[in-house]
């Protein structure tokens, strides 16, 4: 495709924009929003929970908040049809401060 | 920032030589993005730190928080998420009118989180928990009112991608402008999310 | 135009980090910084034990001083060559430089004026040290409005050839937000949001530095558009 092309392209119609591998649907967002949801309400149960252990619980919050924040890199991000390195950034920031909240919170005292 | 033919060459370039893969918005978004996400993780670490350290103190000043505050701004933020997904949809699909009402909502759902804050923060000063009471407020007041700062960047951002639409409406170039806008509200929406329990919720 | 004087001026920002940091840590020992928790007693002991040192760590940040000048004249060419940007994105820039160089100046100062006598009163030592101190955090109040500019100046810049990369525009984004985290200093003596705190100091600090460093690297990898032309 030539340039002049590509731009008479974008100028006559949103052809272009369409033709952008754009893989993320709009059912599976709103699926994902719905599970966002949920997780929500289940961590704020379980805040409240006196059934469980604090130890449990805190484990459990903060595991089920970090699914809930690559549910939203990985979909509303668009990370999940991102290049491998940005990917790669994301999930070693998610498992580090993950790995770290929970050591600190539990372990180190 | 006119969107002359010469701007769309860089957009088109990524499209077609991405068959598999697809950057949205540009390198330098993503950038700053990580990197405020370096910052909240110190943020989030020496809180974290801090509440081992002293932990009785923490467990008793957070018992004077009002958890259903946080709830609704949780839901408030995923769902403004929503909305700026689907207005990115609906830009992709060359529907402006609904583009325009998807970010009017999402704007809303901002400034809805702005006003509980403003009431949160109302209701614990007027209890007589301030920045100096003691060190779970302080980083109380400390990492919300960062993050509430991110959430009035982020909101800026998407009026100013409304107006924008409004002005000059669909374009690749707009497309770009809206992943980067959309972007930046997922982040604000992604530190709330481990913010809201670790100020709210653990024991 | 000429783009030699330029490059040279664009090693101000390094020499400065260098002459600053060398006085800072090396002679002056500030660094971890005289803590906001300490009595006057122990601040008027520092000033008293260490007066030689921290006077000739003082000369050398002062001097380091005057190379942020031509560096951020350098900039401002730039700034001044790239297109669909305004003036009023240079003015600003210009300002909030030219009132840190000043502050800059002040807090050297006002160190000055703690070791110059360090047997008086210790408490006159104290409130010149909090002063210094506070004048050297709390201007991160104000930087990041010229990290702004500059950024949104870069990016209304021309996408195909633009004078400093793209990134280098969220860059500066990105330090604006380090460097608020000083904002709230005089609430506290102590924690990770005093003056020797881990958000109110050390990571605003690696941001201020870092900016010099690479601003330094994005200018003279930088050409002049109308010379490129030619």
Redesign the interface.
């Known amino acids: 495709?030539t340039?002049s092309s590509?731009?008479k392209q974008?100028q006559t119609?949103?052809g272009?924009?369409?033709?952008?591998?754009?893989k993320?649907s709009?059912v599976k967002?709103?699926v994902v929003?719905l599970g966002?949801?949920v997780f929500?309400?289940i961590?704020?149960i379980?805040?409240?929970n006196q059934a469980i252990s604090?130890e449990q619980?805190?484990a459990i919050?903060?595991l089920?908040?970090?699914v809930?924040?690559r549910l939203?890199?990985r979909?509303?991000?668009?990370v999940k049809?991102?290049?491998?390195l940005?990917k790669l950034?994301?999930d070693v920031?998610c498992l580090?401060?993950c790995g770290?909240?929970i050591f600190?919170?539990l372990f180190?005292? | 920032m006119a969107s002359t033919?010469e701007n769309?060459?860089g957009l088109?370039t990524t499209?077609?030589n991405?068959?598999?893969?697809?950057?949205?918005s540009e390198l330098g978004v993503?950038m700053f993005v990580?990197g405020d996400?370096?910052v909240f993780?110190v943020l989030?670490?020496s809180y974290?730190?801090e509440?081992?350290?002293q932990?009785g103190l923490f467990i008793t000043a957070q018992s004077e928080l009002n958890?259903t505050f946080g709830?609704v701004n949780?839901?408030l933020l995923?769902?403004g998420?929503?909305f700026?997904?689907?207005a990115l949809?609906a830009a992709?699909?060359?529907k402006t009118k609904h583009t325009q009402q998807l970010l009017l909502l999402a704007i809303s759902t901002g400034v809805g989180f702005f006003i509980n804050k403003v009431f949160e923060y109302r209701d614990k000063i007027s209890n007589g928990f301030t920045l100096l009471s003691n060190d779970f407020f302080m980083f109380y007041y400390m990492l919300t009112g960062i993050h509430l700062l991110h959430v009035c960047v982020g909101t800026c951002a998407l009026i100013y991608l409304y107006k924008r639409l409004s002005a000059q409406g669909?374009?690749?170039d707009y497309?770009k402008h809206l992943?980067s806008g959309?972007?930046v509200w997922?982040?604000v929406?992604?530190l709330w999310?481990?913010l809201?329990?670790?100020l709210?919720?653990?024991? | 135009m000429n783009d030699s004087y330029l490059k040279m001026c664009a090693w101000g920002g390094p020499i400065f980090c260098a002459l600053f940091l060398i006085g800072f840590i090396g002679f002056a020992d500030f660094m971890p910084p005289i803590s906001p928790a300490d009595s006057a007693q122990q601040v008027a002991d520092i000033y008293k034990t260490d007066a030689t040192s921290i006077k000739i760590g003082l000369i050398f940040m002062m001097i380091g001083l005057s190379f942020t000048m031509p560096f951020v004249s350098a900039i401002i060419t730039r700034m001044k060559q790239m297109q669909n940007s305004s003036p009023t994105l240079v003015t600003t820039f210009v300002i909030v430089s030219a009132a840190l160089s000043c502050f800059l100046f002040v807090l050297v100062c006002s160190w000055a004026v703690a070791s110059f006598r360090a047997d008086r009163a210790p408490e006159i030592i104290q409130a010149f040290n909090d002063f210094a101190w506070i004048l050297l955090i709390w201007p991160v109040s104000l930087i990041p409005v010229s990290y702004i500019a500059l950024g949104l100046a870069v990016l209304a810049d021309n996408k195909q050839q633009p004078i400093f990369p793209r990134w280098y525009a969220f860059l500066n984004f990105w330090f604006a937000v380090l460097a608020y985290g000083g904002c709230l200093l005089i609430f506290f003596h102590e924690g990770p949001f005093a003056w020797d705190g881990l958000i109110a100091f050390w990571i605003p600090a690696v941001a201020f530095f870092g900016w010099y460093i690479v601003t330094s690297i994005v200018l003279l990898q930088s050409k002049d558009p109308i010379a490129e032309l030619n």
């Open positions: 495709m340039n590509q731009i974008v119609d949103m272009l924009i369409a033709q952008q591998p754009h993320s709009l967002d709103l929003w966002l949801v929500t309400l961590s704020f379980l805040g409240q604090t619980a805190t919050i903060i089920v908040s970090f809930k924040i939203v890199i979909y509303f991000m668009e049809y991102a290049p491998l940005l950034a994301m920031w580090a401060v770290l909240l600190l919170l180190s005292f | 033919p769309l060459t088109t499209s077609t991405s068959s598999k893969e697809y950057l949205p993503w990580l996400m370096l993780s989030f670490g974290a730190w509440r081992a350290l932990h958890q709830v949780t839901i995923l769902t998420s929503l700026v997904v689907l949809h992709r699909k060359g669909l374009s690749t497309i992943e959309g972007i997922h982040m929406d992604l999310i481990a809201f329990p670790l709210y919720l653990i024991k």
